[in-house]
């Protein structure tokens, strides 16, 4: 089940059909992720949901009254009621054959545009104006969290990267389906083993071709989802013909596919892949409603986890324009080494300056130097050594905080993710006191001066100081057993985490941590034997599963003996370094399989 792109299409194609010229009513926040329009056309009123979330990212009509779950409109709300309330639904355009959809509203003389990228974890909406350029968006996607693709206010709006073929056709992008021909799509499948399932190999070389759709092609081609590709290379035509029915048929036939009353999947086209008449629906949206019932918008949690992540968000914000602002201000050896050379090169030759002279150029060695022409020789060297001395301490003084700001990001991007993953309000509130005790302010509550976690292995952690309170109403770590009869410990927020590393870890136990990725310590349990393979998998798979990379195909995670893990000296709790020799890095799926066992 997925919001691929034949559901986007689909979407498009209901907009479309039931809001054109719409305007433009009200505008709310139904959750942390999402955002909802309510939108009068043909004489009635329609609630479109824009939903950025990791896990339910969607837009859809909603047949819902929808609410907004927050007392006040987050900055995204107010920048969206300033740009759309009142305006009129003009376009609504699929990009291409992503799950990209372009909603251009005017309003008098003035256009903008929401984008709704549906992409799992990475999915955003964002506002943008007449020229592309970015007003506000539901998540912020700074420098240091991709290089690649920034999400910030008076930014251009760069869509997502074109998806290319695997090797050995890694530099050519995929085939859009529709206008491709026969003999292209026989020529890239041409790079693909004869061994390889059918279904993969069109996702690996089409464009908006999700695995289910894939399926749906190889079932309707060869009778299986799982045929090889060897038997249907001649096929490339038909498997076209095949593909094109589906993603552009004359009306689209939505379904759900159902099994002892459980829903098994769901799609914009009739499903015939399980050997089950899919239940039919009216439209996408209303499968949509029904498949993604309650799980948002509908979390019990909902309202304390929405404000809880925007004030964490607002304070991790601040620390990234922060560490960008500290960025700025580093030089490289050569830039100050150029600003000295270039002050020791004006007085040198000051005599052969002019007034109004713009640059000084030398042949020996070639240099041109820049001038103030409103200045003296004399005080324009100065200012190339004001700013060599303030670049050369900046280099001194930088470092440190720079460090200090990124370990604080780092912390927040931890605690984001406990506050996503926590199922009660325990749990929130213990990530709300970790977050407290490490210095940061939150709405109705004050911080405490930060203090440092114990160094070493020893020490107990709580917030607030060293000695643990009389009563700690801090919730147990989870407890898992293996299929081998292993325990496996995995923390859930900073101060769980601390407990699971250095209290309830003996020496010869496994440590996992999901690399790169904000996520929960765990520790397998080896009783001081070497565990066996198995165990140690599904340990990975649970460090996996409990961190960002949740919704990743697989996640690399690091293997450590505990002995080998100790604490950033002056740290927050929870960060971690790791010393010594016998780590491992192992790529693993995300699951949650092994057992739960009592707490």
Not at 222 to 244: C, H
Not at 409 to 429: E, H, I, M, R, T
Not at 478 to 485: N, P
Request: with cysteine.
């Amino acid at each position: 089940m997925a919001y691929d792109s034949a559901t986007t299409a689909a979407v498009a194609a209901e907009l479309r059909e039931r809001l054109p010229g719409g305007r433009v009513d009200k505008i709310i926040q139904p959750s942390t992720f999402a955002v909802a329009l309510l939108i009068r056309a043909g004489g009635a009123n329609h609630w479109l949901m824009l939903s950025a979330h990791p896990q339910h990212a969607r837009v859809a009509l909603s047949a819902a009254r929808l609410a907004g779950a927050f007392d006040e409109p987050s900055p995204f709300v107010m920048l969206l009621r300033k740009h759309l309330d009142g305006a009129r639904l003009a376009t609504v355009e699929q990009v291409g054959r992503d799950r990209v959809l372009r909603l251009a509203f005017r309003a008098h003389a003035t256009c903008a545009t929401l984008i709704a990228e549906v992409m799992s974890r990475h999915s955003n909406v964002i506002l943008v104006d007449d020229k592309d350029i970015i007003l506000g968006s539901v998540k912020r996607i700074t420098p240091a969290l991709s290089r690649q693709r920034v999400v910030l206010p008076h930014h251009p709006y760069t869509p997502p990267p074109v998806q290319t073929q695997p090797p050995p056709r890694e530099s050519e992008p995929k085939l859009d389906p529709r206008p491709a021909a026969p003999e292209a799509l026989a020529a890239a499948l041409a790079a693909r083993p004869d061994d390889a399932p059918l279904a993969q190999a069109l996702v690996d070389v089409l464009a908006g071709v999700s695995p289910q759709l894939a399926r749906e092609v190889a079932y309707r081609l060869a009778g299986g989802t799982a045929v090889p590709l060897g038997a249907q290379r001649a096929k490339a035509g038909a498997a076209l013909d095949v593909l094109r029915a589906l993603l552009a048929p004359d009306r689209w036939q939505p379904g759900i596919v159902r099994r002892g009353g459980k829903i098994v999947d769901w799609a914009a086209y009739p499903l015939l892949q399980h050997g089950v008449e899919p239940e039919r629906y009216d439209s996408i949206s209303a499968v949509l409603d029904e498949v993604y019932s309650g799980l948002e918008s509908g979390d019990a949690l909902g309202a304390p986890r929405a404000g809880l992540h925007a004030a964490i968000m607002q304070q991790r914000t601040r620390l990234a324009r922060k560490a960008e602002s500290l960025r700025a201000g580093l030089r490289s050896r050569e830039e100050l080494d150029a600003l000295r050379t270039h002050g020791e090169m004006v007085l040198a030759f000051a005599h052969e300056i002019v007034p109004g002279q713009r640059e000084l150029r030398l042949d020996d060695p070639p240099l041109v130097v820049p001038l103030d022409p409103t200045r003296t020789p004399a005080e324009n060297a100065q200012a190339f050594f004001q700013r060599y001395r303030k670049a050369r301490d900046a280099a001194t003084r930088v470092p440190p905080l720079l460090a200090e700001v990124e370990e604080d990001v780092q912390f927040l991007d931890a605690a984001l993710l406990f506050v996503q993953q926590a199922d009660s309000a325990q749990a929130l509130k213990e990530v709300k006191d970790d977050l407290v005790a490490a210095g940061f302010s939150l709405p109705g509550q004050k911080a405490r001066p930060a203090q440092p976690a114990p160094q070493g292995k020893g020490g107990k952690y709580h917030p607030g100081g060293k000695e643990a309170p009389r009563k700690s109403v801090a919730a147990p770590a989870l407890r898992f057993t293996t299929r081998d009869g292993l325990e496996v410990l995995v923390g859930r927020s900073a101060r769980q985490n601390e407990v699971v590393t250095f209290q309830l870890a003996a020496s010869g136990d496994l440590w996992f941590h999901a690399r790169g990725l904000p996520g929960s310590h765990v520790v397998l349990k080896t009783a001081g034997r070497t565990p066996p393979a198995t165990s140690v998998e599904q340990a990975a798979e649970l460090a996996a599963y409990y961190s960002r990379g949740r919704d990743s195909t697989t996640v690399p995670v690091d293997v450590v003996p505990a002995r080998h893990v100790q604490r950033v000296k002056g740290g927050k709790p929870g960060l971690v370094r790791i010393s010594g020799g016998g780590h491992a890095t192992i790529n693993v799926r995300p699951r949650a399989e092994p057992t739960e066992a009592s707490p």
